[in-house]
């Protein structure tokens, strides 16, 4: 597993560690809560996961990689921020980055009981991302849309 020259992982360690994982086609894979999830039911998610006790953000995201969709982390590619979002008894911290996999992109192997769907989205598709959020509830379509941005450019022409 590899990690990109300029790539960072803050401190002190966030309670969450989130990827974006691009397609070829330079779409970003998502996947949809549970009804039944205690948090942030029935909306869009990335591939993400709290720290286990004495785990490490990198660690923590090859993990969840694995856990949420069968697939192996090949590379972390970029920083796409720390990010803080409200709880009813405080706030969560969470780190995000733009990954690479190993594994098939076209057939994840899905915790089905916590997403019972997926999909790939382009920039078209980021308001589509905000279904069922809170108001102001940004976060997951803030973190596409940088990953978006990293990958095809701000204008969306890649980059080379």
């Not at 966030?14 to 039911?41: E, I």
């Not at 009813?88 to 916590?114: H, N, S």
């Not at 790939?120 to 379509?141: Q, S």
Request: net charge negative.
């Amino acid at each position: 597993m590899e990690v990109a020259d300029g790539v960072v992982f803050p401190q002190p360690l966030p309670d969450t560690a989130g990827g974006v994982v691009l397609g070829a086609d330079g779409r970003a894979f998502v996947q949809f809560r549970s009804a039944d999830r205690p948090r942030f039911p029935s909306t869009w998610d990335v591939v993400s996961g709290h720290l286990e006790p004495g785990e490490t953000t990198l660690g923590a995201l090859t993990r969840e990689v694995f856990e949420e969709t069968g697939w192996r982390l090949r590379r972390v590619v970029g920083n796409l921020g720390r990010h803080r979002w409200p709880l009813d008894d405080g706030e969560e911290v969470g780190d995000f980055y733009l990954i690479e996999v190993e594994g098939d992109l076209a057939r994840p192997v899905l915790e089905w009981d916590k997403h019972p769907h997926c999909a790939w989205f382009g920039k078209e598709d980021l308001d589509r991302l905000l279904v069922n959020c809170a108001p102001g509830d940004t976060l997951i379509r803030d973190v596409v849309a940088a990953a978006l941005s990293v990958h095809n450019g701000p204008t969306g022409e890649t980059p080379g």
